[in-house]
């Protein structure tokens, strides 16, 4: 098949194989005739391999990434089925890579028809083929589109939440984390079950189990209030929201900048804020794509916010008094969606600002940057008494979404 090119399907029940040079993450969403997925149910991937009439066979020796689909058992309303295909190296482009996509009568194995995309270069995720369905027969076209932003931008184009959803790039971190709970298992017999969670999380360093034989809400800080105005931070530091003794602030913008590092190249960074509870799970995400959570008690106000003391690339706002009492963690990140790296990137900051007079209050500036693709910035954290404490984090990380920073945010908390 060429590209733009249709066929008819000659078996109810299909596979479709996607290979290439390097491995491959491939993934099938069942499409209403708006081109949308009625949920999130409707990705099928690695990671939730079923849907209605739609299965993900995994790669194994011999066989590649495939999405089977069998035409009967798709539901009624879903009149397309899309395969797509990403590198399985997190920041890997199609360039030199071309995939092909073989379609096969699942029960015999033959071939039906096959077809390569036109050379790529920067695509790090394409829409290889469709499925779908036309005055009641099915048939296969040979699509072939690329996106530069990776599998998240095919999702959320289609209507997946991609917040909701892991991704490639973050499936790695999972798999390595269980191993950790293993030594942790050793350190029950300490005493940390008497530790209240919520102090627990704003003092605890980032090896927990080391923190419990001190009291961790004593040492765990300097008191640095706001009695004598605006305090500068530095990696490490924190301060309360408090003055003269009493809770200063009931609604706080957190605004956060960076300019490019060279040749004036636009940087596409992205600011979000993620809510934890006690546990450190996440409970949401204020993100570019999810501009308002807990009934707008965090609220993301979108780019380039002028304020006083400079103007801001993106800024989140906060209304302390309206979040609901499960939040006791705000940890605020930024991530390079498109895989620019911090190297490309000076001057970034983040500051707390009075919502209600726009004046800056609290200003962390980054001295250092990583070829990473993500920071965690800082984090305010809710004590046992209601008092607010802001801490400066600056810590790099590999994540390039909202998603992929939930992980690396509930570890600093």
Not at 104 to 117: H, I, K, N, Q
Not at 233 to 257: A, C, D, H, Q, W
Not at 307 to 324: A, F
Request: charged share 20%.
């Amino acid at each position: 098949m060429t590209q733009g090119g249709n066929a008819p399907l000659t078996a109810a029940r299909v596979t479709v194989e996607v290979t290439a040079p390097k491995a491959l993450d491939v993934s099938g969403l069942l499409l209403t005739d708006a081109g949308k997925v009625r949920s999130d149910a409707d990705f099928v991937f690695y990671n939730a391999p079923n849907g209605p009439g739609v299965t993900h066979r995994p790669a194994s020796a011999g066989t590649p990434d495939a999405i089977a689909i069998d035409t009967a058992a798709v539901p009624a309303g879903i009149t397309k089925i899309v395969v797509t295909a990403s590198p399985d190296e997190a920041g890997a482009t199609f360039a030199g890579i071309e995939p092909t996509a073989t379609v096969r009568d699942s029960a015999s194995g033959e071939v039906l028809v096959t077809f390569t995309p036109p050379p790529l270069s920067r695509e790090t995720a394409l829409v290889v083929v469709e499925v779908y369905q036309r005055n009641g027969a099915w048939k296969v076209r040979a699509v072939g589109q690329g996106y530069a932003d990776g599998l998240a931008g095919i999702a959320t184009d289609f209507g997946v939440s991609v917040d909701d959803q892991p991704t490639p790039a973050a499936t790695p971190a999972p798999a390595a984390a269980p191993p950790a709970p293993a030594p942790a298992a050793a350190a029950p017999p300490a005493p940390p079950a008497a530790v209240d969670p919520r102090v627990a999380m704003a003092s605890a360093p980032p090896m927990p189990q080391a923190a419990p034989p001190v009291p961790p809400a004593a040492p765990s800080f300097t008191k640095v209030t706001l009695d004598k105005g605006r305090v500068s931070l530095t990696k490490g530091g924190s301060v309360s929201l408090e003055k003269n003794g009493k809770p200063f602030l009931s609604s706080i913008r957190m605004g956060l900048g960076w300019e490019p590092a060279g040749r004036g190249r636009n940087i596409d960074l992205d600011a979000s804020c993620i809510a934890f509870d006690a546990k450190r799970e996440k409970l949401d995400t204020a993100w570019f794509m999810k501009l308002g959570i807990f009934n707008g008690s965090i609220a993301h106000s979108g780019d380039n916010l002028t304020g006083e003391g400079g103007g801001d690339d993106e800024s989140i706002t906060v209304h302390l008094n309206g979040l609901p009492p499960e939040v006791c963690g705000l940890v605020f990140v930024v991530n390079s969606f498109s895989g620019q790296k911090f190297t490309d990137v000076k001057n970034a900051y983040c500051r707390l600002v009075d919502a209600s007079s726009n004046q800056e209050l609290v200003r962390f500036d980054l001295t250092q940057s990583e070829p990473r693709t993500g920071v965690v910035m800082c984090k305010l954290v809710r004590q046992f008494s209601g008092e607010w404490v802001m801490t400066a984090i600056g810590e790099y990380v590999d994540a390039k979404t909202a998603r992929a920073m939930v992980k690396p945010a509930a570890s600093m908390l």
